[in-house]
């Protein structure tokens, strides 16, 4: 009977003592810990986030150098535990305060003090660390664990709570050396039972508090509240208020902290987006931040003197500008001189590297970022390939400001999902798409996100260059493109790379298809980069035919339309492909090109398949000439096919003008390539019916004519020079 009251008795005692682990705990009861030797860019998200919901929290160690041996690649991390040891001293006596470490480089808060503390209290123990799915760092202990039915069994020491006696109590046995393993310490205390019944610990098996990322990626899930994010553990069905990238998931918690708690949501959008900006408004162009920017040619490029001309028009100083160009591509070499010669004066230090000196692209991108960490007074490098298309001109000012360690302007090739940034890794290391990239990159959500890889065009500050990165190595890796080599550093040094999606900023170029054994490539670029194309080539008034109350068409003739359709590069372009083809026909009524052999109305001309320019023209006829089609001839839907389109050539002494005729199309486009009282005298066109000339054609505007029945029309002599038109026969 004695033994049974004194086990009774005990009984009593445990509930007793549950139960007031259970009281209700405000959080002016509740201090974090953390440890931190330097204001990482992880170690600015973890304060920010701990700013949010209000925490208490002193950092141990910052400032100090780190002896705690390389964590994230082996065992280490003791010098944590000596730091701890000595702050808990002066806190071992409080019987009411609850005290909690985490780690701070990658841990990120998801709620606040009063939902820890509750959580913490209804667990009904006096210490609690968090657990996960793997025995580290020594696998022979994994048998030794308690068994547990439901969560993770083993012990993470990234992150532990309890009450400041016992917590002071467990470190303060720590004897190792600052290189000796944390995870190991606390481990063995658990598993001895005396210590692990005396401190009353558990873990928190089902991620109540703690969510361990690492093996438990494929449990976790973003979940979007009013105003708020939290994560989800679905395997539990848990909203763990402390979210640990432990091992290699730092990734993972670079994605979540993007969202979590309120960096992004659909309510308010970006919730941290105007945070630690740096405004250059009233800043003296003199005092500008001084950005070295660094030009890489490193494939032939479409639309390269756009792509240099675009330095020209950057709203930033060039007085702060220093210029560094390396051309790796020969065919590139006159379009740096054409820029060289005209823009020399706005660039006067400029370093060029050409394709004569054979200097490797990883050698290059050294070179150029070396110059700005050399240099103590380079604030900025802003590096640029060749497909970049940069028509923000706002772009340099606008990435300084965001004010970033590394940060890269969203670009996508139009109407694609290719764009210069990933938003997730393969395990492997390579491209792995973001649940949220497709909507990043389609504009619909918008903000400044944390990624692990970009490329092509980003800004980083000159000071991160010389001080986490001073020694490193950016691009040089055997078997590795430059790109690659260059994320994977900066991911290594604990440096965040952002991509923003904030503004418009431009877009990709296109370069895989591109000829450069055609006199004019660009002018095939109308179905790999459309927009470039319609920049340089369509008439800069083309739209304004669409433009309700304007009067850009005109109407010279019954049903004659006239339209401005091509840009004078175009025309000169088209002009000088035929005239560098030569092949023209001799005007006489024997035709081989043709099916049947015989031209009953002959020109001196060269078709478009004969230059290979078929498909772009049909493709300008359907996305340029149909659209006009359909609003200058209400009720007729234009197919927009064409069998013969061609280039013709008047001159007095070869073929000087048309006889009267009717086309052989539903409708007629004729453009005029060159311009009158110029390059030419006479010409024009006669529509007979209606005695109506046009005499005075407009280079780069185009006729909009019937062809059959009603339009009978002849070409009026051109008596000096030569005139070149585009014709083509529509809808045949």
Not at 406 to 414: F, K, N, T, Y
Not at 560 to 578: I, L, R
Request: glycine fraction near 6%; aromatic fraction near 12%.
């Amino acid at each position: 009977m004695a033994s049974c009251r004194l086990l009774c008795l005990a009984a009593a005692c445990l509930l007793s003592s549950a139960g007031a682990e259970q009281r209700k705990l405000s959080p002016e009861q509740l201090l974090v810990l953390t440890a931190a030797t330097e204001e990482t860019d992880g170690f600015r998200r973890f304060m920010r986030t701990a700013s949010q919901f209000n925490y208490t929290v002193k950092v141990l160690g910052l400032g100090e150098e780190w002896r705690g041996g390389d964590v994230a690649r082996t065992v280490g991390g003791g010098q944590k535990v000596r730091w701890l040891k000595k702050e808990l001293l002066k806190h071992q006596e409080d019987q009411e305060l609850v005290v909690m470490f985490v780690d701070s480089y990658d841990v990120i808060f998801a709620s606040g003090p009063e939902e820890l503390l509750s959580k913490f209290s209804a667990l009904g123990h006096r210490v609690v660390f968090s657990a996960e799915g793997f025995c580290w760092p020594d696998q022979r202990l994994a048998s030794r664990y308690p068994q547990v039915h439901s969560g993770k069994r083993y012990l993470n020491s990234g992150g532990f709570i309890g009450f400041a006696p016992d917590i002071s109590a467990i470190v303060q046995q720590w004897k190792s050396k600052d290189s000796d393993d944390d995870q190991l310490f606390y481990t063995r205390i658990y598993l001895d039972q005396n210590q692990r019944t005396k401190f009353n610990m558990t873990l928190d098996h089902r991620s109540r508090i703690f969510q361990n990322l690492n093996g438990a990626i494929d449990e976790v899930v973003l979940k979007f509240e009013r105003s708020k994010v939290r994560v989800r553990n679905v395997a539990y069905d848990t909203l763990p208020v402390v979210i640990h990238g432990n091992g290699p998931t730092k990734l993972q918690l670079n994605y979540l902290g993007n969202y979590v708690p309120t960096a992004w949501t659909y309510e308010h959008g970006c919730g941290v987006c105007d945070d630690d900006l740096l405004p250059l408004t009233d800043v003296p162009d003199e005092n500008v931040p001084l950005v070295h920017v660094a030009v890489f040619i490193e494939h032939p490029t479409p639309f390269m003197e756009e792509f240099l001309e675009r330095l020209t028009t950057l709203n930033y100083p060039k007085t702060r500008i220093r210029l560094f160009i390396h051309n790796n591509v020969v065919y590139h070499e006159r379009h740096i001189q054409r820029f060289w010669e005209r823009h020399r004066a706005l660039f006067p230090d400029t370093v060029m590297v050409g394709p004569e000196e054979d200097l490797q692209e990883d050698k290059a991108r050294t070179m150029a970022i070396e110059a700005c960490k050399k240099n103590p007074e380079c604030d900025y490098y802003f590096s640029i390939d060749s497909e970049v298309a940069l028509t923000n001109p706002d772009t340099l000012r606008i990435l300084i400001e965001e004010n970033k360690p590394v940060i890269a302007p969203m670009l996508s090739r139009h109407g694609k999902l290719w764009s210069n940034f990933w938003g997730a890794l393969s395990p492997e290391g390579f491209y792995s798409r973001s649940e949220d990239y497709i909507e990043i990159v389609q504009g619909k959500r918008i903000g400044v996100w944390n990624v692990p890889y970009i490329t092509q065009v980003y800004l980083i500050q000159g000071s991160v260059l010389r001080s986490k990165l001073a020694q490193v190595g950016l691009f040089v890796d055997e078997g590795m493109d430059p790109d690659m080599v260059f994320c994977r550093s900066f991911r290594d040094q604990g440096v965040f790379m952002f991509v923003s999606n904030r503004d418009e900023f431009g877009r990709l170029v296109a370069s895989s298809n591109f000829n450069t054994s055609r006199l004019h490539p660009d002018m095939w670029q109308i179905f790999d980069n459309p927009l470039d194309w319609r920049e340089k080539y369509i008439h800069e008034n083309y739209s304004k035919i669409f433009e309700e109350g304007t009067s850009v068409v005109e109407q010279p003739c019954p049903d004659v339309y006239w339209f401005p359709a091509f840009s004078e590069k175009m025309c000169d372009q088209m002009v000088e492909t035929m005239e560098d083809y030569g092949q023209w026909s001799g005007g006489s009524h024997k035709d081989e090109r043709l099916a049947g052999g015989y031209e009953n109305v002959p020109t001196v001309d060269i078709h478009m398949n004969q230059v290979g320019f078929e498909k772009e023209w049909l493709k300008f006829l359907k996305d340029y000439i149909a659209p006009v089609t359909e609003k200058l001839y209400p009720g007729y839907y234009p197919k927009a096919h064409s069998i013969m389109n061609f280039v013709v050539r008047y001159r007095p002494d070869e073929q000087p003008y048309l006889r009267p005729h009717h086309d052989s199309s539903t409708f007629t486009i004729n453009i005029a390539l060159n311009s009158k009282g110029i390059d030419y005298q006479g010409g024009g066109c006669r529509f007979l019916r209606y005695d109506c000339k046009v005499e005075s054609p407009r280079k780069g505007w185009s006729f909009m004519h019937p062809g059959r029945l009603t339009h009978y029309h002849e070409g009026l002599p051109t008596t000096k020079g030569t005139r070149y038109i585009m014709v083509s026969f529509v809808d045949p």
